[in-house]
C-alpha cells in the first residue's frame, strides 16, 4: 500500500467531538504536525471527514 503525509493545519477548537477524535485516530493533536500513515479505506474515511483540517499529500 501507498503511504500517505497527513498534516493539521486547523485547529479542533470548537469542532464537534468527533472531529476531534478522528485527529487523535489519526495520531494528529497539535497544529503542524505530520504523520505518514499507509492509504487504506479506513483512513480515507477519516481523512475525508476532517478534511478541511488538513493537509494531504500523496
Known amino acids: 500500500m501507498a503511504k500517505i503525509k497527513i498534516t ?5 477548537i470548537r469542532r ?4 476531534r477524535a ?3 485516530g489519526l495520531g494528529l493533536n ?3 504536525r505530520t504523520v505518514e500513515v499507509e492509504e487504506t479505506p479506513e483512513v ?10 488538513l493537509s494531504v499529500e500523496r
Open 8 to 12: 493539521q493545519t486547523g485547529s479542533p
Open 22 to 24: 478522528t485527529l487523535v
Open 16 to 19: 464537534d467531538k468527533t472531529q
Open 44 to 53: 480515507a474515511g477519516q481523512v475525508r471527514k476532517v478534511h478541511h483540517l
Open 30 to 32: 497539535k497544529l503542524h
